[in-house]
Nanobody, 122 residues
Framework: QVHLVESGGGLVQAGGSLRLSCAASGGTTCIAPMGWYRQAPGKERELVATMPNDGTTNYADSVKGRFTISRDNFENTLYLQMNNLKPEDTARYYC????????????????WGQGTQVTVSS
Protein backbone atom coordinates (compact mmCIF):
# COMPACT_ATOMS: atom_id res chain seq x y z
CA GLN A 1 0.00 0.00 0.00
CA VAL A 2 1.35 3.41 -1.00
CA HIS A 3 1.59 6.03 1.73
CA LEU A 4 1.92 9.72 0.96
CA VAL A 5 2.33 12.02 3.93
CA GLU A 6 2.00 15.74 3.31
CA SER A 7 3.08 18.46 5.69
CA GLY A 8 3.83 22.17 5.76
CA GLY A 9 0.40 23.68 5.30
CA GLY A 10 -0.97 26.39 7.53
CA LEU A 11 -2.26 29.92 7.81
CA VAL A 12 -0.19 32.72 6.30
CA GLN A 13 -0.74 36.33 5.35
CA ALA A 14 -0.79 37.43 1.74
CA GLY A 15 2.74 37.86 0.47
CA GLY A 16 4.08 35.19 2.79
CA SER A 17 5.66 31.84 2.06
CA LEU A 18 5.10 28.19 2.89
CA ARG A 19 6.94 25.01 1.97
CA LEU A 20 4.96 21.83 1.50
CA SER A 21 6.54 18.39 1.76
CA CYS A 22 5.33 14.98 0.65
CA ALA A 23 7.08 11.80 1.69
CA ALA A 24 6.28 8.59 -0.16
CA SER A 25 6.65 5.05 1.09
CA GLY A 26 5.23 1.59 0.58
CA GLY A 27 3.95 -0.03 -2.58
CA THR A 28 5.08 -3.18 -4.32
CA THR A 29 6.87 -1.22 -7.03
CA CYS A 30 8.97 1.93 -6.96
CA ILE A 31 6.65 4.88 -6.32
CA ALA A 32 7.71 8.51 -6.28
CA PRO A 33 5.81 11.70 -5.47
CA MET A 34 5.78 13.91 -8.56
CA GLY A 35 2.89 16.33 -8.49
CA TRP A 36 0.90 18.80 -6.47
CA TYR A 37 -2.76 19.55 -7.00
CA ARG A 38 -5.13 21.75 -5.03
CA GLN A 39 -8.83 22.01 -4.44
CA ALA A 40 -10.67 25.02 -3.08
CA PRO A 41 -14.18 24.76 -1.63
CA GLY A 42 -16.77 24.48 -4.37
CA LYS A 43 -14.14 24.05 -7.07
CA GLU A 44 -12.62 21.16 -8.92
CA ARG A 45 -9.18 19.83 -8.12
CA GLU A 46 -6.60 21.57 -10.28
CA LEU A 47 -2.98 21.14 -11.24
CA VAL A 48 -0.41 23.18 -9.37
CA ALA A 49 2.85 21.63 -10.55
CA THR A 50 4.37 18.34 -11.68
CA MET A 51 7.87 16.94 -11.82
CA PRO A 52 8.05 13.41 -13.27
CA ASN A 53 11.06 11.13 -13.20
CA ASP A 54 13.12 12.98 -15.80
CA GLY A 55 13.09 16.19 -13.78
CA THR A 56 11.07 18.26 -16.18
CA THR A 57 8.58 20.60 -14.57
CA ASN A 58 5.14 21.88 -15.41
CA TYR A 59 3.33 24.66 -13.60
CA ALA A 60 -0.14 26.12 -13.67
CA ASP A 61 -0.06 29.62 -15.13
CA SER A 62 -1.47 31.00 -11.89
CA VAL A 63 1.59 29.93 -9.88
CA LYS A 64 4.43 30.41 -12.38
CA GLY A 65 7.17 32.58 -10.93
CA ARG A 66 5.88 32.13 -7.38
CA PHE A 67 5.93 28.38 -6.73
CA THR A 68 8.82 25.95 -7.19
CA ILE A 69 8.54 22.18 -7.22
CA SER A 70 11.52 20.03 -6.31
CA ARG A 71 12.28 16.50 -5.17
CA ASP A 72 14.86 14.79 -2.99
CA ASN A 73 15.19 11.42 -4.72
CA PHE A 74 17.22 9.90 -1.90
CA GLU A 75 14.52 10.74 0.64
CA ASN A 76 11.73 10.14 -1.90
CA THR A 77 10.23 13.44 -0.84
CA LEU A 78 8.59 16.09 -2.97
CA TYR A 79 8.53 19.77 -2.07
CA LEU A 80 6.54 22.79 -3.11
CA GLN A 81 8.04 26.14 -2.19
CA MET A 82 5.28 28.73 -2.32
CA ASN A 83 6.25 32.40 -2.28
CA ASN A 84 4.22 35.58 -2.57
CA LEU A 85 1.09 33.71 -1.59
CA LYS A 86 -2.27 35.19 -2.50
CA PRO A 87 -5.72 34.66 -0.98
CA GLU A 88 -6.72 32.81 -4.15
CA ASP A 89 -4.08 30.20 -3.34
CA THR A 90 -6.22 29.10 -0.39
CA ALA A 91 -7.05 25.43 -0.92
CA ARG A 92 -6.30 21.93 0.22
CA TYR A 93 -3.09 20.81 -1.45
CA TYR A 94 -2.71 17.20 -2.47
CA CYS A 95 0.43 15.24 -3.23
CA UNK A 96 0.22 13.01 -6.30
CA UNK A 97 2.52 10.06 -6.95
CA UNK A 98 3.27 7.67 -9.74
CA UNK A 99 5.66 4.95 -10.83
CA UNK A 100 9.31 5.96 -10.61
CA UNK A 101 9.68 5.48 -14.37
CA UNK A 102 6.97 8.02 -15.18
CA UNK A 103 8.22 10.76 -17.52
CA UNK A 104 5.01 12.49 -18.52
CA UNK A 105 4.46 15.95 -17.07
CA UNK A 106 0.76 15.45 -17.63
CA UNK A 107 -0.71 14.15 -14.43
CA UNK A 108 -2.57 13.20 -12.52
CA UNK A 109 -0.74 10.09 -11.49
CA UNK A 110 -2.37 7.11 -9.75
CA UNK A 111 -1.72 7.77 -6.05
CA TRP A 112 -2.98 10.55 -3.79
CA GLY A 113 -2.21 11.83 -0.34
CA GLN A 114 -4.78 13.09 2.15
CA GLY A 115 -3.91 16.71 1.57
CA THR A 116 -2.72 19.63 3.65
CA GLN A 117 -4.65 22.86 4.10
CA VAL A 118 -3.18 26.18 3.00
CA THR A 119 -5.04 29.33 4.00
CA VAL A 120 -3.88 32.76 2.89
CA SER A 121 -5.40 35.75 4.60
CA SER A 122 -5.66 39.15 2.95
Amino acid sequence: QVHLVESGGGLVQAGGSLRLSCAASGGTTCIAPMGWYRQAPGKERELVATMPNDGTTNYADSVKGRFTISRDNFENTLYLQMNNLKPEDTARYYCNAGECTEVSVKGPYPYWGQGTQVTVSS
